[in-house]
């Protein structure tokens, strides 16, 4: 195993991309919400930043998903490769576990509700069933 992959976010990082996620900056809309610098990517890894048609699961861009990079990610030149806008000062990319639109939007993926097989499931924390 990798060094760094015993944490919790990395593990649920990895884990919703085997599930079918792509990272949050990728997303069809991010260009409201974010900035790519191309100009401070490393040189062959600019295919982190490409744009797909998502399905954003009725769900809002997230700057805090443990599925969003950071503000230096792949930078060449230690100046920043995403920036948030409109207010370039939020934070991005500091999740160390799974949040609340990230639980919401593997149970809308899944159709996962409140029940299965008509038994119903024990809510988690903060209500979420996944």
């Excluded at 999740?95 to 299965?116: E, F, G, K, S």
Aim: net charge positive; glycine share 6%; with cysteine.
């Amino acid at each position: 195993m990798r060094q760094g992959c015993i944490f919790l976010g990395i593990i649920q990082h990895e884990l919703l991309h085997a599930l079918g996620f792509n990272h949050e900056q990728t997303r069809s809309d991010r260009d409201e919400h974010v900035r790519i610098v191309r100009e401070n990517i490393i040189p062959g890894q600019e295919h982190n930043f490409e744009k797909f048609d998502t399905r954003n699961l009725g769900t809002p861009y997230d700057y805090n998903s443990v599925m969003h990079y950071g503000r230096y990610a792949f930078s060449r030149n230690r100046q920043p490769t995403i920036v948030p806008i409109p207010d370039e000062n939020v934070s991005i990319g500091r999740a160390t576990q799974m949040n609340p639109t990230d639980i919401l939007r593997v149970n809308r993926l899944y159709n996962c509700n409140n029940t299965t097989s008509g038994r119903r499931l024990k809510p988690m924390k903060r209500n979420h069933f996944f």
